[in-house]
């Protein structure tokens, strides 16, 4: 039990990774049946950890679960982890499925405890050289349904998504639904167009990303023009600066879309402001 990252939770016990082991008739494993969080984790910080325990009770309540804890617990759980798994850059993984029925039946059922896992991701922390060399995009044909606002495991329409980017050779694929843009496989997107941050609004048709709504929050505490609104596709052939946001990827400037460079090609000077004033705050 050495190594990092090795000792998960599981339904009120600390195992080592290897031992935890859930039913095949859980339904997070038929029907991805459940919702799920990260919360990024700096020395031993849980970086906006009540607006994750928040979206996470949203999730619960889109898809009609209760949550199995109180905020103290969730806490508790996390400080046992990261107590038991060392490192510095981490993050908190926790999902909560509807849990095992005797039979596979769609219906819901009152009574039957869900499987509640958790773990620590290692993450690797940003080196801003080789973050700010960019990363390349694609836009490809949002398909998924219209409560992406909800966390949840079903999570196919994104690993096919994300296919069709590792297909083209890129990193990452930015998703556009009848023509406007919505968010990354696994991230929010941000333009940046005469010095003013354009992202979508929050709605169905995207995660409310916590990264997103801190980027937000720290382009208006330093005066920077934001705008909340719909996007065209074509206004991404036309942005001075694309970026792609998450807790894990933090802000991942695109300098590459469909092939073509994004303006100059570089990570952008609202990108460097903007990046070195998260890595402040964090
Ligand atoms: N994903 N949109 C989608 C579809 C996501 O999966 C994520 C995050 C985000 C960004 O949300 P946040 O800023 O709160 O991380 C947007 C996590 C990191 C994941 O699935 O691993």
Redesign the pocket.
Known sequence: MSNAANVVYLNGQYLPVEEATVSVMDRGFLFGDGV?E?VPVFGNKLLRLEE?LT?LQNSLNRISLPNPYSHDEWLGIFSNLLEKNTGEDRAIYLQISRGVYAKRDLSIKAGYPPTVFAMVLQVEPPDLEVVSAGISVITVDDFRWGA?DI?STSLVA?VMLRQQATEANVDDAILVKNGMLS??????VFLVKNNVLITPPTGHK??P????DLVIEIAKNNAILVEEREIREAELFSADEIWM?????EIAPVISLNDEIVATGVAGEMWKRVMGLYQQYK
Not at 183 to 188: F, I, K, L, P, Y
Not at 209 to 212: A, K, L, Y
């Open positions: 799920y990260v994750h979206r992406c966390k994104n968010e990354g496989t696994a991230s929010n995207l995660l990303g916590i990264t997103r946001t998450s807790s894990t990827r």
